[in-house]
């Protein structure tokens, strides 16, 4: 039944959203954040109604560097009831923001560290070209794991300074792999990088002087990047698994943040999943008390279950169904695990949104799921992850409405959490209605969608305007609802560098730049400004 295609919209987008929602890729400098968030706090009590939404459309978003100030301000006596609840209110993100955002920070710091020291110990370095292979190491970081799909300027940036490198005669196997993983024009052909073939490049790195981690991030990227047959060296990561657990000073997190990658590049490169179970195993071996491995084998399980259910016919052959309920039950028996191990993590029960979608009224229905997804947001009020999971437990194709998805869409705009991305899951939800709309053009059409729109992307570049990611999908979504004005506006603002991933093609993104450029000419915008 058609019902059932639609299972992988939520899903994907909140894949989508949480590899490109890079709103803190730009730390402040340091005493900024606090900064803002006095003056914010000053607006909330404004005598301007307009400067006091302004100012409230922000707080919530700010940094866990900023936890002290809000507090301090919630605890004065002068407060008035309204400015003391919001305050109180914003505490509810910050407060938990805080330790991931540190963790996330030490990992980050661990992770510039090693590569710069690989690259120094690695025995290919020379005056004439460190400069510009430490400064391209520094610019190849902020990519994150997936640098082709990222914006084009930072890229280029990188890009530029391994060429430097290069030009002046490094051949160190660590950045000719971190150039062609940058760079990867050539994947799906030979993947030859301008000095030499990726394939023998990895197998040189693989024997280097580098540390077991650099050698785990470099072949992720190779097995996301290449569209080839990565034959044998997909079987690299088991082994690196058992090194990386075993490095000193290894921070946490950083063992499943690679192990997940892992995964992922596995199923971005033609479900090679050959590799998999052996890998889990070893990834337990390493880990044996940790939530982290039964996670990944319960996602794998599930991701599985999604292709066999997206290829049946349930109404026509419910015994079909029997087919996924082992995989089903196994989930459910390791994500339970993996939140007696780990309740503070928000992924099990995230996921669990996703095994009682699968299983509805026969796992507990509604009452079970939303079970669940309090237990994610109560972890994590930042979890992106749960919201689009029960956004998809709620579509017409499974156990809700148009209503019950809009609803809930309306919920998430009203956290005001444009830090973690949550506003957008009202976008996803107009998005996953529009496709099963008699005329998608036409839904995008309706007055309120575009107020929905309008608001989740107004509030969003508001909180970061630098985001190239967010105004290419304001400029496209504007152009979808006919908002030429508003589309032309972010198309002047992106000008010449878009993010192709939201457009598709630079073809897509040119044609409706000029649309946009073109109709706004000929007919004078009479709508008020937008960001």
């Known amino acids: 039944m058609l019902k059932y295609r639609g299972i992988a919209f939520a899903i994907m987008a909140a894949q989508f959203w949480l590899a490109h929602w890079s709103v803190a890729q730009q730390e402040p400098a340091p005493g900024a954040e606090a ?170 790195l693989q024997k280097g002087n580098y540390p077991a981690a650099v050698k785990m991030r470099v072949v992720n990227g190779y097995l996301r990047t290449t569209n ?50 052996p890998f889990v195993d070893a990834y337990q071996r ?67 949104v996703r095994v009682e979608m699968y299983e509805g009224e026969d796992g507990g229905g509604d009452e079970a799921m939303e079970l669940w997804f309090h237990r994610a947001m109560e972890s994590d009020p930042d979890s992106y992850e749960a919201c689009a999971a029960k956004l998809a437990y709620l579509s017409p194709a499974w156990h809700g409405s148009a209503g019950q998805m809009l609803g809930f869409g309306r919920e998430c705009l009203a956290t005001e959490n444009w830090r973690a991305g949550l506003p957008l899951i009202l976008v996803q939800a107009h998005n996953r209605l529009s496709e099963g709309a008699p005329d998608s053009r036409q839904y995008f059409e309706r007055p309120e969608v575009w107020t929905d729109i309008r608001e989740v992307f107004a509030g969003a570049v508001l909180n970061f305007p630098n985001n190239l990611n967010l105004r290419c999908e304001y400029a496209k979504h504007a152009a979808k609802c006919g908002q030429w004005d508003t589309a032309h506006r972010q198309f002047e603002i992106i000008g010449d560098k878009p993010v192709l991933a939201v457009f598709g093609s630079q073809t897509s993104y040119d044609y409706l730049r000029k649309k946009a450029k073109r109709l706004v000419a000929e007919t004078p915008a009479t709508r008020p400004a937008t960001n």
């Open 286 to 352: 390493a880990a044996p008390n940790s939530a982290g491995p039964r996670l990944l084998r319960a996602r794998a399980k599930l991701d599985a279950a999604f292709t066999t259910i997206n290829n049946l016919d349930h109404a026509v052959n419910p015994p079909l169904w029997k087919q996924v309920l082992p995989q089903l039950k196994e989930a459910e028996a390791l994500l339970q695990e993996a939140w007696t191990l780990d309740p503070r993590d928000p992924h099990a029960p995230s996921l669990m």
């Open 228 to 277: 080839i047959t990565a034959g044998d060296r997909v079987l690299i990561p088991i082994s690196l698994v058992t090194e990386v657990a075993k490095m000193s000073g290894l921070p946490a997190g950083e063992l499943d943040a690679l192990a997940n990658d892992f995964y992922t590049a596995q199923r971005e490169n033609h479900d090679q999943f050959q590799a998999l179970n």
């Open 35 to 204: 900064a803002r968030a006095k003056k914010l706090i000053e607006d909330l009590d404004d005598p301007d109604a307009q400067v006091r939404r302004q100012a409230s459309l922000q707080l919530n978003s700010l940094g866990g560097d900023v936890l002290a100030v809000i507090e301090e301000s919630a605890k004065k006596e002068d407060l008035n009831p309204e400015l003391r609840a919001r305050l109180r209110l914003a505490l509810t993100y910050i407060r938990p923001r805080v330790v991931r955002e540190r963790e996330a920070r030490a990992r980050k710091a661990w992770e510039a560290k090693v590569l710069h020291d690989a690259y120094d110990k690695s025995g290919h370095t020379n005056a004439a070209w460190d400069g510009d292979a430490h400064r391209a190491i520094d610019l190849f970081f902020p990519l994150g794991p997936d640098p082709l799909h990222g914006p084009a300027e930072p890229r280029d940036a990188a890009l530029a300074a391994f060429q430097a490198a290069v030009d002046k005669g490094c051949r160190d196997p660590l950045l000719l792999a971190l150039r062609g993983i940058t760079d990867g024009q050539d994947a799906g052909r030979s993947y030859h990088t301008p000095t030499g073939n990726m394939t023998r490049i990895i197998d040189d």
